[in-house]
């Protein structure tokens, strides 16, 4: 169990981490300084860099909290027993979607900083965010296999199916921050599930 100082700690990082995520959203990584951090998040300059070395380390910690939730809920909803792999679905659509919603600053980071943390840059800001998304890519399509095996999901390559679907998901997102929609992302969570299944090949199961 982590001591007290260690929990008091983990508080003071994590306050700092929300405060710089909506300053990182509006104003982007270049304009962000340590110092309106330290601003807003009520603490001297001096007390920022006793957690985080630089900006640098202070952004990748954001893309590697971000990325490493959305692989969390893949896991835990996709791997939900005694419940249909449609079902399951359905649930990891309606989660993630909850997760762009709620998250919605730290999301807006990655378009707004597409080319600083793209899934193609195995190194600085993209390396965290392209692990965990490379191992959700991996369990979604372990999770498309299992269901061509039970005669769920049509025949295809599983692995470029799973990229799909995450794409379909995250076009929801996209979509939403490039038009400035004020709609809930949740309220598409129907349309989004018909969209993956229809790709998979499972419409005709949700009839």
């Known amino acids: 169990m982590p001591s007290r100082k260690e929990r008091e700690r983990e508080f003071h990082r994590r306050f700092i981490l929300e405060r710089a995520v909506s ?12 110092d309106m951090i330290a601003e807003a998040a009520e603490v001297s300059k001096g007390t920022v860099y006793n957690y985080f070395s ?3 380390e202070l952004f990748r ?8 939730r959305a692989r969390e809920i893949g896991v835990e909803t996709l791997s939900t027993p005694d419940t249909t792999r449609v079902e399951r679905l359905r649930m990891f659509v309606q989660l993630f979607l909850e997760f762009f919603e709620t998250g919605r600053d730290i999301h807006q980071i990655l378009v707004r900083e597409g080319d ?3 899934i193609s840059m195995k190194d600085t800001f993209g390396g965290p965010l392209r692990n965990n ?22 025949k295809m390559n599983a692995h470029k199916a799973a990229f799909l ?3 379909i998901i995250t ?19 129907a349309e989004t599930t018909s969209l993956i ?11």
């Open 165 to 167: 679907v995450l794409d």
């Open 116 to 118: 600083r943390t793209s």
């Open 171 to 189: 076009a929801e997102f996209r979509y939403s921050v490039m038009t400035d929609s004020s709609e809930p992302l949740t309220e598409n969570v």
């Open 133 to 154: 998304w490379m191992q959700l890519i991996d369990f979604i399509s372990g999770f498309i296999t299992e269901g061509q095996e039970e005669g769920v999901f049509r």
């Open 197 to 207: 299944l229809e790709l998979l090949g499972a419409q005709e199961i949700t009839k």
């Open 23 to 34: 300053l990182f959203a509006e104003h982007g990584f270049e304009a962000t300084t340590m």
């Open 54 to 56: 630089n900006k640098q």
């Open 61 to 68: 910690t954001l893309i590697e909290w971000g990325s490493g």
